[in-house]
């Protein structure tokens, strides 16, 4: 069964850093989503991404922040100058359309700690 | 998006069916409710999702009121591996937009042995 994988599983970084978090979505899905977790909250969506730009945001996902779909595959996160706050759990999801289901299938995370 | 009222958590034995409720008074005509699950520390994943009629798949069915208010999410045989956090989301699926999942505290579901 196909499905969304994350690279890396866990990555932890030094406050200040940038950090990229890949995501390789399932091969027939048109959009693509990032979420996040910190531990012990809710999950909260970031953005989404359609057609090579990006379809939705919330007021989380502020100019610390791009996402950008490099080659066919890869669909990427990239948080600028990493803050102690963004340690979370990223997840990606993917989705084949929004006009029907829009089921999002969701991949295994990656954690993120900033020291 | 409606907002939705669940238990924060529920026991159930296993083998049992479970039967989780969720109240959505202000769903609208053209909102769907979608039921999604996560696994500790896994990445959510999608249940089940219905307008007004009842649905049932290889998961779970999904019952909704007639006057839509309310839905419960019924887990027929409940296994131990069905311990998870249960989201019940209300959202319109919307054509050209990829709208992102407005996920609640949901109910900690417990399959006791």
Known sequence: EPEVTQTPSHQVTQMGQEVILRCVPISNHLYFYWYRQILGQKVEFLVSFYNNEISEKSEIFDDQFSVERPDGSNFTLKIRSTKLEDSAMYFCASSVDSYTNNEQFFGPGTRLTVL | ?113
């Open chain 2, 1 to 113: 998006d409606a907002k939705t009222t669940q238990p924060p958590s529920m026991d159930c034995a296993e083998g049992r069916a479970a039967n989780l409720p969720c109240n959505h008074s202000t769903i609208s005509g053209n909102e769907y409710v979608y039921w999604y699950r996560q696994i500790h520390s896994q990445g959510p994943q999608y249940i089940i999702h219905g307008l007004k009629n009842n649905e049932t798949n290889e998961m779970a069915s999904l019952i909704i009121t007639e006057d839509r208010k309310s839905s419960t999410l019924i887990l027929p045989h409940a296994t131990l591996r069905d311990t998870a956090v249960y989201y019940c989301i209300v959202r319109v699926i919307a054509g050209g937009g990829a709208d992102g999942l407005t996920f609640g505290k949901g109910t900690h579901l417990i399959i006791q042995p």
